[in-house]
């Protein structure tokens, strides 16, 4: 397999442990525990450096290379995941809360150099193949440290957890540390090594960035376009916790089997990318295709029985469809973020990339922070209605996408 390909699949998995655990495994854990919907979603606030990101991009961007900034950011994941190993959320909940937060803006860091690595080595002709890698190693990251390590959890421990993924992170340090490819193509002091010349100005550099072509159409599309099923992810798997369903059955059938689902929609997406490089027509079709499986999840929860095993088998079906429709539809997204991201100045596009990927996680912890509130207030059935209200403002918005927007 392409060497570029092998680094980005193994940064990109390491990057999705723990948008993994705090996705997949602690809300149900903390349901598990009797915790309230509204204190559940106000744990996303853990993902505050994912929105703040863009104020240490440049840093990340015009200051040493990309490989130092992925050793010291995973350096720090290490130390995190050791801190938390002798801890448990019951009796320690706010350190736990704090070493969860520093992960997440070590990610962050991480990210960004990832990010500005793929947007280098990645040609035209390969957006397709590199999307699915980024999609699909994310999201087995995320399998790993959330459903796998869900449905093992009563067996492991808390601590056992963090020091596995503690050796997992030392794994990728030495590969990044001894990676030829980081060193040839990224190492380069004209490209990647030296200062700017000109002086830090956030101000150009928003301006810079908006002067894309295509930003501001991508901006909002990527504000947007995963609203509805947010929600509906979020909050679905909590309400079959509350009918019948076990932790270890859910992190079984919807931490490992829907993200099988929703790896297999990745690399479907990334094969129909690779045919037709524009992907807006693709997603068009997606998004309608979602609003319809929505619909019928919608429905699900209104006549939902926990005592007919029927529903049951209905409810694992709707959330592994689920799954492969918003697998097909964020490999175009982020195909589409990165085609708008290589029409920008090779200085910035790293910057501009984790601009818009800052974008789509505002859209989501905005929204996934207040959904359990909203649970709370209107109960699920009106809350679902309400995810299918957003999951149509995404049509509308691709659907009228004014000429040359994209």
Not at 174 to 200: E, K
Request: with cysteine; hydrophobic share 50%; proline share 4%.
């Amino acid at each position: 397999m392409n060497s570029k390909y092998v680094l980005l699949g193994c940064l990109y998995f390491v990057q999705g442990m723990p948008y993994g655990l705090q996705s997949g495994l602690l809300p149900i854990y903390l349901r598990s525990v009797g915790l309230s919907f509204t204190k559940i979603s106000l744990a996303k606030m853990l993902y505050l450096p994912w929105v703040l990101k863009m104020l240490w991009a440049p840093l990340v961007d015009q200051c040493h290379t990309k490989q130092t900034w992925l050793v010291l950011s995973m350096c720090g994941l290490v130390l995190a995941c050791l801190a938390c190993a002798p801890m448990s959320p019951e009796t320690n909940f706010l350190p736990v809360a704090v070493m969860l937060l520093l992960m997440n803006f070590f990610a962050s860091v991480q990210d960004i150099a990832v990010d500005g690595v793929a947007v280098r080595l990645l040609g035209q002709d390969e957006i397709g193949y590199g999307n699915t890698i980024q999609v699909v190693a994310y999201k087995l990251g995320s399998v790993l440290a959330g459903g796998g390590l869900l449905t093992l959890m009563h067996l492991l421990g808390w601590g056992v957890l963090f020091l596995l993924l503690a050796i997992i992170y030392l794994l990728a340090i030495l590969y990044v540390w001894s990676a030829p490819i980081l060193q040839l193509t990224l190492g380069r002091p004209s490209q990647d090594g030296q200062p700017r010349a000109r002086a830090f100005n956030p101000w150009r550099i928003l301006q810079e960035l908006f002067h894309v072509p295509g930003t501001l159409w991508t901006a909002g599309f990527v504000l947007l376009y995963k609203l509805g099923e947010q929600g509906a992810t979020t909050m679905f798997p909590l309400f079959l916790l509350d009918h019948g369903f076990s932790t270890q059955q859910l992190g079984f059938w919807n931490g490992v089997v829907a993200m099988v689902f929703s790896i297999t929609g990745s690399s479907l997406g990334g094969q129909l990318m690779s045919k037709q490089r524009w992907p807006l027509s693709l997603l068009k079709a997606l998004l309608l295709l979602r609003f319809c499986s929505l619909n019928l999840q919608t429905f699900l929860v209104f006549i939902y029985d926990d005592g007919v095993s029927l529903f049951k088998g209905a409810a694992i079906l709707s959330i592994c469809v689920q799954h492969f429709i918003g697998g097909l539809i964020t490999t175009l997204a982020f195909s589409t973020m990165m085609q708008c991201t290589q029409r920008a100045d090779g200085s910035i596009q790293a910057t501009h990339y984790s601009f818009l990927a800052t974008l789509e996680v505002l859209g989501k912890l905005a929204f996934s922070t207040f959904v359990g509130s909203i649970v709370d207030w209107l109960g699920f059935a009106s809350s679902f209605c309400c995810f299918l209200f957003l999951s149509f403002t995404s049509v509308l918005y691709v659907l009228n996408m004014p000429p040359g927007g994209s």
